[in-house]
């Protein structure tokens, strides 16, 4: 009222009847659905229901009582008010801290779990590490110049990329298809710094076109160079120096690892590998990798010395093979008896195919077969080599007599001789 008569006696102003309320947007308002029983979990102690009614109307808030459910209407001033922690708050304020206990909330937890994928990568990851390789990483943007460098012809099916849509540098204007260019880039910043020893890996994702997105693969790529026994004065060269064999032998253990049989590996031109020393692995007659030495083009681009070894791997179609769950095997009851057989064999026949008619003709008595020594050169023909294998015998049943493993044997030389014309050394 005193407002009322300055503004008429200062102002001018003339006093009207009635009540004029100016408010075009008026908001609605905030209701909150308060369930009871949450006061009790978020506070830690019970609020009876009708002393928290009285304190959230003293608040001045509007409350429509429930069976442990609670409408409340909020008023207009009180902005801060907008979910239900809100309201156990202000019951918690006016109920009294020193009213609620003190101790430690009990939350049930969940025990955490790898996914599987990720298991499996840590595993591949641990085996290649006991294998003296060292995990690389490199980026996931490339360019489609990088591919020249590997021999590619203009149909492969890695030069099929996907373009970035902002590239920022030149360089990277591509999702990579291959871990390849990544290693020797790598290999061929350490070998600039005079680091010649290097046993490296990746284990990462590849991208190529699937229609209208874009598909990604898990892959694997080894690269090898330089010495792998180091100190080793007494030994040979070529026995310190990274070889074929070397980078095999790593991927063997992984597929042992992952209990993946069945593995192939065939001599076979690649693009990037030496002409005569490149292989490709195969899992019931899919390719699922490649590994041999670097072509010398290749290794020229990159400013690599000439006996570097390189892998890349499918690993998508190895993990799909791959058995996780350990078998238990029981220890043998009889001994093994062992009979070492040397053959000659042409050049052209692959060890593996030999091995295999070993084992075919072995039958169930044949425990295992182990190559233990490769030779050439007199008296052993040109384009021939002599292989040695020791043969392992065990029956499960009984003790294996003499007759029954030599008649095993026979069957072996006999299987040999005649698929494969080899001469049997006694």
Not at 23 to 42: G, I, N
Not at 81 to 102: N, Q
Not at 268 to 273: E, I, M, R, T
Request: a neutral charge; one cysteine or more.
């Amino acid at each position: 009222l005193r407002a009322q008569q300055l503004i008429q006696e200062v102002a001018g102003g003339r006093v009207l009847s009635g009540t004029l309320d100016v408010y075009p947007s008026p908001q609605p308002k905030r209701q909150v659905q308060l369930a009871w029983p949450s006061v009790a979990r978020l506070l830690g102690t019970a609020v009876g229901q009708a002393d928290g009614v009285a304190i959230l109307r003293s608040l001045g808030c509007q409350v429509q009582e429930g069976h442990e459910n609670l409408v409340v209407t909020v008023p207009s001033f009180r902005r801060d008010v907008e979910r239900v922690e809100d309201l156990v708050e202000d019951v918690a304020r006016h109920y009294g801290y020193e009213r609620i206990p003190e101790h430690m909330p009990v939350e049930e937890t969940a025990l955490a779990s790898r996914a599987p994928v990720l298991e499996a990568e840590r595993m591949v990851r641990g085996v290649l590490i006991r294998a003296g390789l060292t995990e690389a990483l490199t980026v996931s943007l490339t360019t489609p110049a990088v591919l020249d460098g590997l021999r590619l012809p203009a149909d492969h099916p890695w030069r099929s990329m996907v373009p970035l849509r902002n590239p920022l540098i030149e360089d990277h204007t591509h999702l990579r298809t291959t871990l390849l260019p990544g290693l020797l880039q790598v290999a061929r910043v350490n070998v600039s710094r005079r680091v010649t020893d290097a046993q490296i890996f990746e284990l990462g994702r590849t991208f190529h076109p699937s229609g209208t997105s874009v598909a990604e693969r898990r892959r694997l790529a080894l690269l090898m160079t330089g010495r792998v026994l180091r100190g080793a004065w007494n030994v040979p060269p070529e026995v310190a120096m990274t070889s074929y064999f070397h980078l095999k032998g790593a991927v063997e253990s992984l597929l042992h690892e992952l209990r993946v049989d069945g593995a192939a590996f065939a001599a076979a031109p690649v693009p990037w590998l030496h002409p005569a020393r490149g292989a490709t692995m195969s899992l019931d007659g899919r390719t699922v990798g490649t590994l041999g030495e670097l072509h010398p083009e290749v290794a020229a681009a990159y400013d690599l010395p000439s006996s570097v070894h390189v892998a890349e791997l499918d690993l998508e179609a190895l993990l799909q093979r791959a058995n996780f769950l350990p078998q238990f095997v029981p220890l043998p009851r009889f001994p093994a008896v062992r009979r070492d057989l040397a053959a000659i064999i042409a050049d052209d026949v692959p060890a593996a195919e030999v091995e295999r008619l070993i084992a075919e003709a072995g039958g169930s008595l044949l425990a295992s077969v182990e190559l233990f020594d490769v030779y050439t050169g007199p008296p052993v023909p040109v384009g021939h080599r002599n292989l040695a294998y020791a043969l392992s015998f065990r029956s499960s049943e009984r003790t294996l007599s003499a007759e029954e493993v030599d008649a095993a044997v026979r069957r072996i030389t006999d299987t040999l001789t005649r698929r494969l014309r080899a001469k049997i050394r006694q």
